[in-house]
């Protein structure tokens, strides 16, 4: 796995929307077609993203073409490591390629010092809230509300909020 620079930036923004919404999406099994319209992210997001003190997006390239397989936003907060858009490309999914990716930002946060991953995950997506516990992350009671009138993270079809999942780490 590499950090993204901002010459990853176009590929990435094109990759991460086509796995989260539209028909491209459908192909896996973790998306949000249904949930919300428009983009996921742009550029200029992903860019103020990684412009951010002890943030990174890691990505993970088929060894043999170069193409991205995979991606992952963590940003550091202290000894807590926020997890975030964890992205497998859709006709990947289901290999173990999302387990390993977040094993690598799991060890990535270990070695930063982190104590615990954290992550938001939208409350209607179940089939992922259990895959997330059948890694080890638990849900708390923290509900948080989704940015419905940022309509930069997308267009709600239906009313969204995040739950809260951690991670103690070893």
């Known amino acids: 796995m590499t950090p993204a620079t901002p010459t990853d930036l176009p590929e990435l923004a094109k990759f991460v929307n086509n796995a989260y919404r539209g028909d491209t999406a ?3 099994w973790t998306h949000e077609s ?8 742009s550029e200029a ?3 103020d993203m990684i412009a951010q003190p002890d943030t990174t997006i890691l990505l993970h390239r088929d060894e043999a073409t170069g193409a991205l397989l995979a991606s992952v936003y963590l940003q550091k907060k ?3 490591m926020y997890l975030g858009m964890l992205t497998v490309l859709p006709t990947a999914q289901a290999r173990g390629l999302g387990k390993q990716m ?3 930002a799991e060890t990535y946060a270990r070695t930063l010092g982190c104590r615990t991953v ?4 939208i409350t209607r997506r179940t089939e992922l809230i259990a895959w997330y516990e059948r890694r080890g992350y638990t849900l708390t009671d923290e509900i948080r509300p989704f940015p419905v009138e940022d309509t930069r993270f997308g267009l ?3 009313a969204l909020e995040f739950v809260v ?3 103690v780490l070893d």
């Open 102 to 104: 977040l094993r690598e």
């Open 34 to 41: 249904d949930l919300l319209d428009g983009i996921r992210t």
């Open 165 to 167: 999942m951690r991670k």
């Open 26 to 28: 459908r192909q896996g």
């Open 156 to 158: 709600p079809r239906v």
């Open 78 to 80: 202290g000894d807590l």
């Open 45 to 47: 997001m992903l860019a």
């Open 118 to 121: 954290e992550m938001t995950v």
